[in-house]
């Protein structure tokens, strides 16, 4: 019963930044894990970040390491993907979604998470 908004997406210059938000309403993401994924034109939906619901915990796919943070604020009950030093390859539609913190499957398995945004689109300029 969670639904999720992103938004924050947009055109950015290679090198630029954007930060995303995903909104949750009908129940509290306090006891869910939050995933970012994105989906580039032609290409398949991957991971791209993860935070756990109690401890914090942090997970980056390689290619966004160092340069993405993801964070979450459960007192808004709110999600974030800070990217910066923004590439073109970066390019995709970045959905947010959220699976219960008890879910077993790794942080990448799709089909793990019952609950996703609609999805924004960044694009970034070379």
């Known amino acids: 019963q969670v639904q999720l908004v992103e938004s924050g997406g947009g055109l950015v210059q290679s090198g630029g930044s954007l930060r995303l938000s995903c909104a949750a309403s009908?129940?509290?993401?306090?006891?869910?894990?939050i995933g970012w994924f994105r989906q580039a034109p032609g290409k398949e939906r991957e991971g791209v970040s993860w935070?756990?619901?109690?401890?914090?915990?942090?997970y980056y796919e390689d290619s966004v390491e160092d340069r993405f943070t993801i964070s979450r604020d459960n007192a808004k009950n709110t999600a974030y993907l800070q990217m910066n030093s923004l590439k073109p390859e970066d390019t995709a539609v970045y959905y947010c979604?959220?699976?219960?913190?008890?879910?077993?499957?790794?942080?990448?398995?799709?089909?793990?998470?019952?609950?996703w945004g609609q999805g924004t689109q960044v694009t970034v300029s070379s």
């Open positions: 009908g129940e509290t993401l306090d006891y869910y894990a």
């Open positions: 935070i756990s619901s109690r401890d914090g915990s942090t």
């Open positions: 979604a959220a699976r219960p913190t008890v879910a077993v499957e790794a942080f990448s398995h799709l089909r793990s998470y019952p609950y």
